[in-house]
């Protein structure tokens, strides 16, 4: 199976600041990869897909990039709502695998 | 607006068994893969399966296959997952979610609880 790491597992930041989430996966993956968004409570939100695209609703502060093994997920300002937990996941093979999370905490 | 509203979940022992079931709305179910998610209490996503929009083609996380058994019905625009032998450990909030690669709607789960 091909492991999700994340980085870091937590990351404390303010409104307004640029943040970046790393996520490396065991073996290539191609672009395979998502993001996704949680908060407490609710169900994930689909953020970035097929590594770079943006999902239809999210706001373009979000990017994401990479290929291969490293990706990241960018927040290009802080915005309040954004403090939640996020998490990365390949789809390049079944079975389909998730990074253990990053929660992002306001500091 | 799309919808996805599981049912199912409960309290089961250990061995046990248990039904789930997904009633999608909103979009054209059998134009999309469909796949379950399950979240355990104050711990990370675990994709659990995966279905291909017709059926014909299946997928299981390591720790679930052979006591997992994903299906759907098209004529009914239903998701089912079948659990048995079931272990303390696949407690949890199950998910069913659109797309069988990622997932960009996802219900709110029924929760899944084994113990004695």
């Known amino acids: 199976d091909i492991q999700m790491t994340q980085s870091p597992s937590t990351l404390s930041a303010s409104v307004g600041d640029r943040v970046t989430i790393t996520c490396r996966a065991s073996?290539?993956?191609?672009?395979?990869l998502a993001w996704y968004q949680q908060k407490p409570g609710k169900a994930p939100n689909l953020l970035i897909y097929?590594?770079?695209s943006l999902e239809g609703g999210v706001p373009s502060r979000f990017s994401g990039s990479g290929s291969g093994t490293e990706f990241t997920l960018t927040i290009s300002s802080l915005q309040p709502d954004d403090f939640a937990t996020y998490y990365c996941q390949q789809y390049n093979t079944y079975p389909i695998t998730f990074g253990q999370g990053t929660r992002l905490e306001i500091k | 607006e799309v919808q996805l509203v599981e049912s199912g979940g409960g309290v089961v022992r250990p061995g046990g068994s248990l039904r789930l079931s997904c009633a999608a709305s909103?979009?054209?179910?059998?134009?999309?893969?469909m796949s379950w998610v399950r979240q355990a209490p104050g711990k990370g996503l675990e994709w659990v399966s995966g279905i291909h929009w017709n059926g014909g083609s299946t997928g299981y996380a390591d720790s679930v296959k052979g006591r997992f058994t994903i299906s759907r019905d098209n004529a009914k625009n239903s998701l089912y997952l079948q659990m048995t032998s079931l272990r303390a450990e696949d407690t949890a909030l199950y998910h069913c979610?659109?797309?069988?690669?990622?997932?960009?709607?996802w219900g709110q789960g029924t929760l899944v609880t084994v113990s004695s």
């Open positions: 097929k590594a770079s």
């Open positions: 073996q290539s993956i191609s672009t395979w």
């Open positions: 979610a659109r797309g069988g690669n990622n997932q960009d709607f």
């Open positions: 909103g979009f054209t179910f059998d134009d999309y893969g």
